[in-house]
């Protein structure tokens, strides 16, 4: 039983940062790590995945060089640390875990934290 638990979230200026972490329990140090964002009546959108030894990271093109994603195996624990946010980074932010290659299908993911939100103010 995989679990996941975020944290980190919360208000934050346009131009200011935020470092989520997500907390996973079970036997995850082997699976793609991945985060989703869900804005208020949109979609759940794919930010970034990082693969289980961390060597291969992907990144959605708009959160490119300001987003990072990382992973500490030792601590069960991934990070996205975002920088230079944006009004319209506003959302709820989810962790998300699964076996094999990455990916930013949200349907390739069968693992979900509650998700932690975040709103970036002006």
């Known amino acids: 039983q995989v679990q996941l638990v975020e944290s980190g979230g919360g208000l934050v200026q346009v131009g200011g940062s935020l470092r989520l972490s997500c907390a996973a329990s079970?036997?995850?140090?082997?699976?793609?790590m991945g985060w989703f964002r869900q804005a208020p009546g949109k979609e759940r959108d794919f930010i970034a995945a990082?693969?289980?030894?961390?060597?291969?990271?992907n990144y959605a093109d708009s959160v490119k060089g300001r987003f990072t994603i990382s992973r500490d195996n030792a601590r069960n624990t991934v990070y996205l640390q975002m920088n230079s946010l944006k009004g319209e980074n506003t959302a709820v932010y989810y962790c998300?875990?699964?076996?094999?290659?990455?990916?930013?299908?949200?349907?390739?993911?069968?693992?979900w934290g509650q998700g932690t939100q975040v709103t970036v103010s002006s």
């Open positions: 998300t875990a699964r076996s094999g290659s990455i990916s930013g299908d949200r349907y390739e993911y069968p693992y």
């Open positions: 079970g036997r995850t140090f082997t699976y793609v």
């Open positions: 990082i693969s289980w030894r961390g060597s291969q990271t």
